[in-house]
Nanobody
Framework: VQLQASGGGLVQAGDSLRLSCVAS????????MGWFRQAPGKEREFVAA????????TYADSVKGRFSISRDNAKNTVYLQMNSLKPEDTAIYYC???????????????????WGQGTLVTVSS
């Protein structure tokens, strides 16, 4: 199983980025997919997730209205569209896959079975 995240980079506040995570070795459409992030000196935190059916989705309050998670089951890929980026969004972003996901487990990092390597997002002020 491999989750390959990409799309990070250095941007200015107010800019947008789209992260991608390509999964291999799993039946992608049966997995809930989540995005988490970890800033320097902080714990990993939940960002966004969807169930295997892509509905419903759930977001952290800090990104609600700015970030959007979506998936393409044909490409085994989950995306995180990030708009109106802020310096406090600076972090390493990780994608993760959870089998048999239910809504209540999507925010729990311990419920995920597989993790990607992370992609760095840096937002300058």
């Amino acid at each position: 199983v491999q989750l390959q995240a990409s799309g990070g980079g250095l941007v200015q506040a107010g800019d947008s980025l789209r992260l991608s995570c390509v999964a291999s070795g799993i039946t992608f459409r049966r997995y809930g997919m989540g995005w988490f992030r970890q800033a320097p000196g902080k714990e990993r935190e939940f960002v966004a997730a969807d169930r295997w059916s892509a509905s419903p989705t759930t977001y952290a309050d800090s990104v609600k209205g700015r970030f959007s998670i979506s998936r393409d089951n044909a490409k085994n890929t989950v995306y995180l569209q990030m708009n109106s980026l802020k310096p406090e969004d600076t972090a390493i972003y990780y994608c993760a896959a959870q089998t048999g996901a239910i809504l209540s487990s999507l925010r729990n990092p311990g419920a995920y079975d597989y993790w990607g390597q992370g992609t760095l997002v840096t937002v300058s002020s």
